[in-house]
């Protein structure tokens, strides 16, 4: 069996819809953390060439808060699982130059593989954040290392959208983490082909204690 994002984005509606249904509790305070405020102009030319909408399956940018930093915490200290920090660099398409103002949507499963367990929490859970690249071109976020579905049918992986003023909202090949029994030949073989680079990462435990890892991307031309 081919897996592909396409496959994933079918699965995570199927599973959304049965998840709604499973009787957990969900601290629903989990939102992007940022420490700056670009100015509104770059995000209102940015929102209009986001997927306009905001319950879209896979997409998210449209719905980008008014404040986005280059970094964000999408986690709490009480949260269940591993705290895991990834950054990187948005490159222009040829690989070399950054790119500045590109704003990254991401999100994953918590701890147990579900998104959104109740109606009132989003489709993509409570793990989703926004990022808007520095001038030279980087990005942070903290959060907690994500779950495989409970089915285990993929990889782990966090979904990543990217949105420029010249490039409408796409989504990049998933994170995932090196190690990772479910990670399949096809995408080994496949690894970087939407969003450059090898989405593949593999975690160093810092002196803090913190498992690290960089994942740059390439904007497509």
Known sequence: MIITNASRRTFLRNMMVSAAA???LVNCKGAA?????????ILEKLKK???QDANGEWSGAISAPANVAWNTTLST???KGEPVEILGTVFQSDGKTPAANTLIYLYHTDFEGYYGRTKDVHRHGKYRGWMLTDKRGNYSFRSIKPAPYPVNRFA????MTLTTETMREDWVDSILF???RLISQNERSQAGGKGGFNPIVR???SKDGLLRATRDLKLMA
């Open 178 to 180: 090196e190690g990772d």
């Open 77 to 79: 200290e009480s949260d």
């Open 203 to 205: 975690f160093q435990r």
């Open 22 to 24: 499973v009787p957990f």
């Open 33 to 41: 953390l940022a420490e700056s405020s670009p100015s509104s102009d």
């Open 49 to 51: 060439m986001a997927i």
């Open 156 to 159: 782990a992986h966090i979904h």
